[in-house]
């Protein structure tokens, strides 16, 4: 189910990392609202459009961003319609894997954003969407974070995306660009990666055995797949000229991992009795949860799940 977002209809999007857990999403949801749209990975294409969707609205480019930029605009030029949008996240997104390789880091996360601010510069695309994180605001405020927080390059990941939203407002500045980058809280869903904390409950949950994970004290801001493509529509449609945003997109309410954790258990009729922690005790009081007001008062999104409140349901979690 899609929300009553506007349509897209002439729109023309370009979306690189289209083949990503997010980025597969964001496809599906474009398409369903009317966009044309054109992903760009260098992993295969893995799902196929909305049954109800036109085959000639989509089409996919095989490779580094760096090497088919040439490709990848002639798709956009062979559409009537002038390119509207580039949504940008592709990019390495394990925190990790950046720590234990800083340079493959620069170049997949920072130098990456620069070849997709050119090609918006060079191909007159006024409109450029970023996903960064709520990790720069670190996990010691004690209250919901605002963009107005200090943030701050506390690993190689969180310094790889401050440096490109540094990048992207000197773009914006200098080239009339209208950009927006939107700071996600922990985004959790069907096909969530198994790096994930989501990812790990989900596979566990599937093969029936115990649900261990390393600490279930951590408050975080689980937000589902879904919300996070309602709000990255939201923010494209409300952009009002040129100019950077900063926007959190998040849920704005907390949940520990043990409460993630029981939430997926109760969706697959799960035992509770299975989940446990590998830590003895908590290391220490760990909490991030992103204050979204500003995103609601810009342009009325609001979230439509929450895993403890008023919103839908979260029984589809683990489909």
Not at 39 to 46: A, E, I, N, Q
Request: charged share 20%; hydrophobic share 40%; net charge positive.
């Amino acid at each position: 189910m899609i929300s009553a977002i506007e349509s897209l209809e002439g729109y023309k999007i370009l979306v690189t990392g289209s083949s990503g857990f997010i980025g597969r999403a964001l496809v599906k949801g474009l398409l369903e609202r009317g966009a044309s749209v054109v992903g760009v990975d260098l992993r295969p294409c893995s799902e196929p459009m909305p049954g109800t969707v036109p085959e000639a609205a989509y089409r996919f480019v095989h490779g580094p961003f760096s090497g088919v930029e040439g490709e990848a605009a002639r798709a956009l030029g062979r559409s009537p319609r002038r390119p509207a949008a580039v949504f940008h996240m592709a990019g390495m997104v394990n925190t990790r894997s950046c720590n234990m390789d800083p340079q493959r880091a620069f170049e997949t996360n920072v130098a990456l954003t620069m070849t997709a601010l050119e090609f918006c510069r060079r191909n007159n695309v006024e409109r450029f969407v970023f996903p960064s994180t709520g990790l720069v605001y670190g996990d010691g405020l004690g209250r919901p974070a605002t963009e107005g927080d200090p943030a701050v390059a506390r690993d190689v990941y969180t310094a790889t995306k401050l440096a490109s939203e540094q990048m992207i407002r000197g773009y914006a500045s200098s080239y009339g660009l209208a950009a927006v980058t939107a700071r996600l809280s922990n985004v959790y869903g069907p096909g969530s990666p198994p790096d994930t904390v989501a990812g790990a409950i989900l596979k566990q949950v599937r093969e029936g055995g115990d649900v261990v994970l390393r600490d279930l004290s951590p408050v975080r801001d689980f937000i589902r797949i879904d919300d996070v493509v309602d709000g990255l529509v939201a923010l494209l449609v409300s952009m009002d000229g040129p100019g950077c945003r900063i926007v959190n997109l998040s849920t704005g309410v907390g949940t520990s991992v043990r409460g993630l954790a029981e939430s997926m258990c109760r969706a697959a009729s799960v035992p509770l009795k299975r989940i446990r922690s590998a830590a003895s005790q908590p290391r220490r009081i760990s909490s991030l949860v992103l204050d979204n007001s500003l995103l609601v008062q810009r342009t009325g999104w609001r979230p439509r799940y929450l895993l403890n409140g008023d919103a839908q349901s979260t029984t589809e979690m683990c489909c």
